[in-house]
C-alpha cells in the first residue's frame, strides 16, 4: 500500500478488504478475525518494561516484520505521535485497541494486506497479530496469521514453554494465544425474542459472547461477538472449528427464523424495514446508536431481498466511516456531537439516494 | 474530577470498559466519551471473563498463602503483585511462579498441558494444520443440496472449481 505523508488519511481512502463480504457468503456473518498473542523470549512484558526496552522491542519486531511475505508494503503508526483523533480512526476500523490507544509510549500498528492483518506492538504483549477477513472463513483468517507467526518466529525467539505453550502476560491467553472470533448479524433471532437464551447456552460450549456495538448492556444493531474462551489445551484448529461451528449454527438458526417471521409476519416485517429506510433516507440528524439500529432493518431488508445484495458493501462500509473520528477526519473538522449527527445523516442520506 | 483520557476537562461519567479479560474504570469527560462513542466495545454481561478470573486469583490466594513473599528475579514482580493485578511481568515469572500459576491455568482452560503449535526451538515437530479447504467445502456443498439450496450449492461448487484449478498450477 502506497501511503501518502498522511497515512491515516490514506487509511481511509482505501476500503479494508474485509468489508467486501462476498456474493456467495449469506451474509450473517459480519467478518471473521483470528488473533495470535506472542512475546520475546528475552524481555520483560510491556507493562514491566521501561519505555527504552519496549522501544527496543518495537525495533526488534519491525526488522523481524520485514521480511514477513505478507507484510512487504505495510504500513507503520508510531502511535506516540498520532493524534488522539488519528489513533481513533485505526480504533474505529478494529486496527487496533483501546488499550493500545492509552498506552502510547513504545507502541505501535503495522498494517498490510488492504488493511486485513494487522500486529500491535507492545500493546498488553509484545506482538498481537490478527488476520480479518468477510464472511464466516476462521481457517483462512488462521493460515494467514499463522504464515506470519511462522516467519516472524525464524528471527524471534519467542517466549514458550513446553507445558504451556507461548507465554503470555495473562494467563488467559497462554498456549497457542489463540482467540478466533466471529461478527455475527442477528435481527431475526433477536426480534423473535429468542437471542438470549441461545447466547446464553453457549457460555457451556466454552465461546464467550458480547454486544459489539452499543451501550452499557445493551447490544446496538444486533450484532454480536462470539470468540472461544480457552486457548490452552486444545490445538488450534479445534479452537477455530469449534467457533465457526458455533457460528455456522447461530447462522441457521437465523435464517431460519427469518424464513419463519417472511412466512409469519411478512408485512409488519416489511413495513419495519421501510420505515427505517424512510427515517436513514431523509433524517436530518442521526446518532451513531440510531445509525446502527435502522441499518440493521437494511441489512436484513437486503437479505430478504428488499434491497439489491450488492448493497451489502455499501452498509459495511457506513458502519466504518459514519463513526465520530471518520466523520470528523473525512470532513477535516472539529465537531461537537449535533454537528456531527448532522454530517452523519446526510453522509447516510447520499448512499440512499440511489439504495433501492 | 478531571477526565482520565485528555486529563484535561471536567470528567462527567463514570464508564467501565470490560475488554478481553480486564474491567477498566474511566472517568471521562463529554467530549471523549464521545469520541470513544458508543461503538467501544462494551460487555453484554453475559459472560465476562474480567470477573471470572478475579474469583479465581482470590481462590488461589487463600490457598497458597505461604509463598506470597516469592518474587521474581528478572522482572521483580511479587506473587501478591501477581494477585492484584491478573498479570505477570515476563515469561520468567511462569517459571518462578509455577505452583501459584497451575491451579488457576487449570481453572481458566480446563487442563493443563499445551496441545497448540509449538516453537522452533523446541524441537518438537509443528502438527500440520490437517485442514483441507476443498474437503470443507465439499461438506458444505453436500449440506446445500441436502436443504436444496441450489444457489449457494452453485456457488461452493465455483468456490471449489477455483480453488482447484489454482491449485494445479
Ligand atoms: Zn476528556
Ligand atoms: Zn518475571
Same mark, same amino acid.
Given at each position: 500500500?502506497?501511503?501518502?505523508?498522511?497515512?491515516?488519511?490514506?487509511?481511509?481512502?482505501?476500503?479494508?478488504?474485509?468489508?467486501?463480504?462476498?456474493?456467495?457468503?449469506?451474509?450473517?456473518?459480519?467478518s471473521?478475525?483470528?488473533?495470535?498473542?506472542?512475546?520475546?523470549?528475552?524481555?520483560?512484558?510491556?507493562?514491566?518494561?521501561?519505555?527504552?526496552?519496549?522501544?527496543?522491542?518495537?525495533?526488534?519486531?519491525?526488522?523481524?516484520?520485514?521480511?514477513?511475505?505478507?507484510?512487504?508494503? @505495510?504500513?507503520?503508526?508510531?502511535?506516540?505521535?498520532?493524534?488522539?483523533?488519528?489513533?481513533?480512526?485505526?480504533?474505529?476500523?478494529?486496527?487496533?485497541?483501546?488499550?493500545?490507544?492509552?498506552?502510547?509510549?513504545?507502541?505501535?500498528?503495522?498494517?498490510?494486506?488492504?488493511?486485513?492483518?494487522?500486529?500491535?506492538?507492545?500493546?498488553?504483549?509484545?506482538?498481537?497479530?490478527?488476520s480479518?477477513?468477510?464472511?464466516?472463513?476462521l481457517?483462512?483468517?488462521?493460515?494467514?496469521?499463522?504464515?506470519?507467526?511462522?516467519?516472524?518466529?525464524?528471527?524471534?525467539?519467542?517466549?514458550?514453554?513446553?507445558?504451556?505453550?507461548?507465554?503470555?502476560?495473562?494467563?488467559?491467553?497462554?498456549?497457542?494465544?489463540?482467540?478466533?472470533?466471529?461478527?455475527?448479524?442477528?435481527? @431475526?433471532?433477536?426480534?423473535?425474542?429468542?437471542?438470549?437464551?441461545?447466547?446464553?447456552?453457549?457460555?457451556?460450549q466454552?465461546?464467550?459472547?458480547?454486544?459489539?456495538?452499543?451501550?452499557?448492556?445493551?447490544?446496538?444493531?444486533?450484532?454480536?461477538?462470539?470468540?472461544?474462551?480457552?486457548?490452552?489445551?486444545?490445538?488450534?484448529?479445534?479452537?477455530?472449528?469449534?467457533?465457526?461451528?458455533?457460528?455456522?449454527?447461530?447462522?441457521?438458526?437465523?435464517?431460519?427464523?427469518?424464513?419463519?417471521?417472511?412466512?409469519?409476519?411478512?408485512?409488519?416485517?416489511?413495513?419495519?424495514?421501510?420505515?427505517?429506510?424512510?427515517?436513514?433516507?431523509?433524517?436530518?440528524?442521526?446518532?451513531?446508536?440510531?445509525?446502527?439500529?435502522?441499518?440493521?432493518?437494511?441489512?436484513?431488508?437486503?437479505?430478504l431481498?428488499?434491497?439489491?445484495?450488492?448493497?451489502?458493501?455499501?452498509?459495511?462500509?457506513?458502519?466504518?466511516?459514519?463513526?465520530?473520528?471518520h466523520?470528523?477526519?473525512?470532513?477535516? @473538522?472539529?465537531?461537537?456531537?449535533?454537528?456531527?449527527?448532522?454530517?452523519?445523516?446526510?453522509?447516510?442520506?447520499?448512499?440512499?439516494?440511489?439504495?433501492? | 474530577?478531571i477526565?482520565?483520557?485528555?486529563?484535561?476537562?471536567?470528567?462527567?461519567?463514570?464508564?467501565?470498559?470490560?475488554?478481553?479479560?480486564?474491567?477498566?474504570?474511566?472517568?471521562?469527560?463529554?467530549?471523549? +466519551?464521545?469520541?470513544?462513542?458508543?461503538?467501544?466495545?462494551?460487555?453484554?454481561?453475559l459472560?465476562?471473563?474480567?470477573?471470572?478470573?478475579?474469583?479465581?486469583?482470590?481462590?488461589?490466594?487463600?490457598?497458597q498463602?505461604?509463598?506470597?513473599? +516469592?518474587?521474581?528475579?528478572?522482572?521483580?514482580?511479587?506473587?501478591?503483585?501477581?494477585?492484584?493485578?491478573?498479570?505477570?511481568?515476563?515469561?520468567?515469572?511462569?517459571q518462578?511462579?509455577?505452583?501459584?500459576?497451575?491451579?488457576?491455568?487449570?481453572?481458566? &482452560?480446563?487442563?493443563?498441558? &499445551?496441545?497448540?503449535?509449538?516453537?522452533?526451538?523446541?524441537?518438537?515437530?509443528?502438527?500440520?494444520?490437517?485442514?483441507?479447504?476443498?474437503?470443507?467445502?465439499?461438506?458444505?456443498?453436500? +449440506?446445500?443440496?441436502?436443504?436444496?439450496?441450489?444457489?449457494?450449492? +452453485?456457488s461452493?461448487?465455483?468456490?471449489?472449481?477455483?480453488?482447484?484449478?489454482?491449485?494445479?498450477?
Amino acid at each position: 500500500m502506497n501511503l501518502p505523508d498522511n497515512g491515516i488519511q490514506g487509511l481511509i481512502g482505501q476500503e479494508a478488504g474485509w468489508l467486501k463480504t462476498p456474493d456467495s457468503d449469506p451474509g450473517v456473518v459480519i467478518s471473521s478475525r483470528v488473533r495470535l498473542a506472542r512475546n520475546l523470549a528475552e524481555h520483560l512484558f510491556p507493562g514491566r518494561s521501561e519505555q527504552d526496552e519496549r522501544s527496543l522491542v518495537r525495533e526488534e519486531i519491525r526488522k523481524a516484520s520485514s521480511s514477513v511475505n505478507y507484510f512487504g508494503d @505495510a504500513a507503520f503508526f508510531d502511535l506516540e505521535v498520532l493524534t488522539q483523533l488519528d489513533m481513533t480512526v485505526l480504533w474505529e476500523r478494529r486496527l487496533i485497541s483501546s488499550d493500545l490507544m492509552d498506552k502510547k509510549n513504545g507502541t505501535g500498528v503495522l498494517v498490510g494486506r488492504n488493511q486485513s492483518l494487522d500486529l500491535m506492538i507492545n500493546e498488553e504483549d509484545h506482538i498481537r497479530m490478527q488476520s480479518l477477513l468477510p464472511g464466516l472463513d476462521l481457517i483462512e483468517a488462521f493460515r494467514i496469521v499463522d504464515q506470519v507467526d511462522d516467519q516472524l518466529q525464524q528471527r524471534l525467539e519467542m517466549a514458550y514453554s513446553p507445558e504451556w505453550g507461548f507465554l503470555t502476560c495473562c494467563p488467559s491467553n497462554l498456549g497457542t494465544g489463540l482467540r478466533a472470533s466471529l461478527l455475527i448479524h442477528l435481527p @431475526a433471532l433477536v426480534r423473535a425474542k429468542k437471542i438470549e437464551k441461545l447466547l446464553n447456552q453457549l457460555e457451556c460450549q466454552g465461546i464467550l459472547v458480547r454486544g459489539f456495538y452499543g451501550e452499557g448492556s445493551e447490544v446496538a444493531g444486533d450484532i454480536f461477538q462470539i470468540s472461544n474462551r480457552a486457548t490452552l489445551g486444545r490445538n488450534e484448529l479445534e479452537i477455530i472449528e469449534n467457533v465457526e461451528r458455533v457460528g455456522r449454527s447461530l447462522m441457521e438458526q437465523e435464517l431460519e427464523t427469518r424464513r419463519y417471521i417472511m412466512d409469519r409476519a411478512r408485512r409488519q416485517t416489511e413495513d419495519n424495514i421501510w420505515r427505517a429506510f424512510g427515517i436513514l433516507a431523509n433524517a436530518r440528524m442521526l446518532s451513531t446508536q440510531e445509525y446502527l439500529e435502522l441499518s440493521s432493518s437494511l441489512r436484513l431488508g437486503i437479505a430478504l431481498e428488499l434491497f439489491p445484495r450488492r448493497r451489502l458493501n455499501a452498509l459495511n462500509k457506513l458502519l466504518i466511516i459514519t463513526q465520530p473520528a471518520h466523520l470528523q477526519i473525512m470532513l477535516d @473538522a472539529r465537531m461537537e456531537a449535533p454537528e456531527r449527527d448532522g454530517e452523519r445523516a446526510k453522509m447516510v442520506r447520499a448512499i440512499m439516494a440511489d439504495f433501492v | 474530577m478531571i477526565c482520565d483520557l485528555c486529563k484535561k476537562n471536567q470528567a462527567v461519567m463514570r464508564y467501565t470498559e470490560v475488554r478481553d479479560s480486564r474491567n477498566t474504570e474511566y472517568n471521562l469527560c463529554r467530549e471523549c +466519551a464521545e469520541l470513544k462513542g458508543l461503538a467501544k466495545s462494551l460487555n453484554l454481561a453475559l459472560s465476562s471473563l474480567g470477573d471470572m478470573l478475579a474469583g479465581m486469583i482470590r481462590d488461589i490466594s487463600s490457598e497458597q498463602d505461604d509463598d506470597n513473599a +516469592a518474587q521474581c528475579p528478572k522482572c521483580g514482580l511479587a506473587l501478591t503483585d501477581f494477585k492484584k493485578l491478573g498479570r505477570l511481568g515476563c515469561p520468567g515469572c511462569y517459571q518462578v511462579f509455577n505452583a501459584s500459576l497451575k491451579p488457576l491455568v487449570r481453572q481458566i &482452560h480446563g487442563i493443563n498441558d &499445551h496441545l497448540g503449535k509449538a516453537a522452533p526451538a523446541s524441537g518438537k515437530i509443528k502438527a500440520a494444520p490437517s485442514e483441507n479447504r476443498v474437503e470443507r467445502l465439499r461438506q458444505e456443498l453436500q +449440506a446445500a443440496v441436502l436443504k436444496e439450496e441450489y444457489e449457494r450449492a +452453485a456457488s461452493l461448487r465455483d468456490q471449489i472449481r477455483q480453488l482447484e484449478t489454482s491449485g494445479a498450477k
